[in-house]
């Protein structure tokens, strides 16, 4: 699966951000399957670790806001079969009462077939810097076959270092922020992809303009965009001839595309 357009194909690939979390609890099988549904052909999700090292799906530190656990417990304190009791559904919709959190392997298993996959390395301040997760995504992605349709990002470069080394034949996005105060002075995120030998550069889409796009060009990086859930903010980002472009709300791009 190319991520860079070609000539003949300059439109952007749809990715469902979490799924279509619009439309269904974030991070879940239902909210994947209904990005399928919706025309996506990317899905972007969250991979960190429980307690007894099994990759899950979960984007924040805790599991306070998206489990009915209710409380600032992080996952990685609990169990695959701890984790697997909670409801991961009935905080975004009765309806959704009972989908649980997915494993990774439960989510390459379904779709890897189908869909191109963005997998997230979740990293933040605190948390456990060497507990093997580059590892294991790295031996899932091999174990399905999916070096083709995987594409694994994330927001800190030392993940993504340490997952070059391990596996460099595997393909790297570089996430950064809008936010120049947490860079050090002369920050330059084409530089830095460049150093880890990433394919793609995800930026913001309010941090893309047309000099950024041009730049990320010419280094030979794919651009991909999140957030993106306005048409006028899609329009810009189909404009300036992103590759990628995750969303809360696939159809709305899927729609805006076929016009």
Request: hydrophobic share 40%.
């Amino acid at each position: 699966m190319n991520l860079v357009k070609t000539e003949s194909s300059r439109q952007p690939a749809v990715c469902g951000h979490r799924g279509a979390s619009g439309y269904a609890p974030e991070n879940t099988m239902v909210a994947f399957r209904k990005a399928y549904e919706q025309g996506a052909t990317w899905i972007e999700f969250d991979v960190q670790l429980s307690a007894d090292g099994v990759p899950i799906i979960l984007h924040d530190d805790t599991l306070e806001r998206t489990t009915s656990l209710g409380q600032p417990v992080r996952p990685v304190e609990l169990t695959l079969a701890q984790l697997k009791e909670l409801d991961a559904g009935s905080w975004f919709s009765p309806e959704f009462a009972g989908e649980k959190i997915p494993t990774l392997e439960e989510v390459l298993a379904e779709f890897g077939t189908s869909l191109g996959l963005n997998i997230e390395i979740k990293s933040t301040v605190g948390f456990e810097a060497d507990n093997g997760l580059e590892q294991k995504i790295a031996a899932l992605v091999r174990q399905y076959k999916l070096e083709d349709k995987a594409l694994i990002s994330s927001f800190d470069p030392f993940r993504l270092a340490s997952l070059n080394r391990h596996d460099p034949e595997l393909r790297l996005g570089f996430l950064f922020e809008n936010a120049p105060e947490k860079y050090p002075p002369n920050f330059d995120p084409i530089t830095v992809a460049q150093s880890l030998n990433a394919v793609a550069l995800h930026p913001p889409f309010r941090a893309i303009d047309q000099t950024l796009a041009e730049r990320t060009r010419a280094s030979g990086l794919a651009l991909n965009t999140w957030t993106v859930n306005e048409v006028p903010d899609m329009q810009r980002m189909i404009d300036l001839g992103l590759d990628i472009i995750i969303t809360n709300y696939p159809d709305r791009l899927v729609e805006l595309l076929r016009k």
